[in-house]
């Protein structure tokens, strides 16, 4: 079966710490750019993160930045989201999924994959 498969979430205090992982099943995320994505309550998805697929370079959306760290790796044939300092705010559940790549990637989904996403909720 083809897919992305999240995990890692759940419940932690404000200034907590989580990661997420990100794995594939049924092909090979070496040729794929991966993005994560997150969707409050009541809010549109938002893309936060991607890394590219060749040089491993990395992209963050400045409400995460300094705080999240995205990482790959491929023997595992997973992609990882480690979330520090966390806050409410940040609160969501967290996709992963394939983003176009081009010099870089850019967190656009290319809708080749997405994963079933994991809850992440801080609170205290």
């Known amino acids: 079966q083809v897919q992305l498969v999240e995990s890692g979430g759940g419940l932690v205090q404000p200034g907590g710490s989580l990661r997420l992982s990100c794995a594939a099943s049924?092909?090979?995320?070496?040729?794929?750019?991966i993005g994560w994505f997150r969707q409050a309550p009541g809010k549109e998805r938002e893309g936060i993160s991607c890394?590219?697929?060749?040089?491993?370079?990395?992209l963050y959306v400045d409400s995460v930045k300094g705080r999240f760290t995205i990482s790959r790796d491929n023997a595992k044939n997973t992609v990882y989201l480690q979330m520090n300092s966390l806050k409410p705010e940040d609160t969501a559940v967290y996709y992963c999924a394939t983003v176009i790549e081009d010099y870089g990637c850019y967190v656009v989904a290319n809708d080749d994959y997405w994963g079933q996403g994991t809850q992440v909720t801080v609170s205290s």
């Open positions: 049924g092909f090979t995320l070496d040729y794929y750019a």
């Open positions: 890394i590219s697929s060749s040089d491993g370079s990395t």
